[in-house]
Each structure stands twice: as structure tokens, then as C-alpha cells.
Nanobody, 112 residues
Framework: QVQLVESGGGLVQPGGSLRLSCAAS?????MDWYRQAPGKQREFIAR???????NYADSVKGRFTISRDNAKNTVYLQMNSLKPEDTAVYYC?????????WGQGTQVTVSS
């Protein structure tokens, strides 16, 4: 099991940027970012593997970038050109030995 702590959320104007961080207490193979808007299901946003391969949901492709610092066991989500519809609680999920571990979430609000 690994503990995850997200940070970096906040209030930003449309068109702005934020960088989320997810710090893990141990190593992991796969790290995902998900988000959940009020009244909606949690949705997949981005993934990065231990080898550095990435993939993204169509809704964020070209605007969001996932990266990792293996030395720090930390994954980042750089979010640019933010839209009001990006407003949600953002969660990271680490897959360790086939088990999912979730963080507590960080709120991102995009509003003028």
C-alpha cells in the first residue's frame, strides 16, 4: 500500500494554468489522475507509467501534461488553458502490486 497526497489546487480564471502534484510514500508502476465534478462520475484524465509512457482523455489532450519525478515518487499534472468545465476535485491513483491507492483529492475551480 502507498499513501498519496495531492496539492496545487485552487481558484483560477479561465485560460489560466495550475500544476497539481501527487506525492507518494513509496514507488509505484502506474499513476493516474482522475477528476470528479459535482453530480458527475469520476472520470479518467491522464496516465503515466514507470517507463514514462503517457495517455490522456480527449477532453484534456493538448492542454494537460502529466510527468513524474521518480527520485521524489511524485507525479505532476500541468494544466493549461483551463476552462470552467475543468472545475472538479482532482484525484491521483497509484497502482501498486495490482492494487489501487487513492489520494484525498484537491479542488480545482475555474471561474472568473
Amino acid at each position: 500500500q502507498v499513501q498519496l497526497v495531492e496539492s496545487g489546487g485552487g481558484l483560477v480564471q479561465p485560460g489560466g494554468s495550475l500544476r497539481l502534484s501527487c506525492a507518494a510514500s513509496g514507488s509505484f508502476v502506474i499513476m493516474d489522475w482522475y477528476r470528479q465534478a459535482p453530480g458527475k462520475q469520476r472520470e479518467f484524465i491522464a496516465r503515466i507509467t514507470s517507463g514514462g509512457s503517457t495517455n490522456y482523455a480527449d477532453s484534456v489532450k493538448g492542454r494537460f501534461t502529466i510527468s513524474r519525478d521518480n527520485a521524489k515518487n511524485t507525479v505532476y499534472l500541468q494544466m493549461n488553458s483551463l476552462k470552467p468545465e475543468d472545475t472538479a476535485v482532482y484525484y491521483c491513483r497509484a497502482v501498486v502490486a495490482g492494487t489501487s491507492n487513492w489520494g484525498q483529492g484537491t479542488q480545482v475551480t475555474v471561474s472568473s
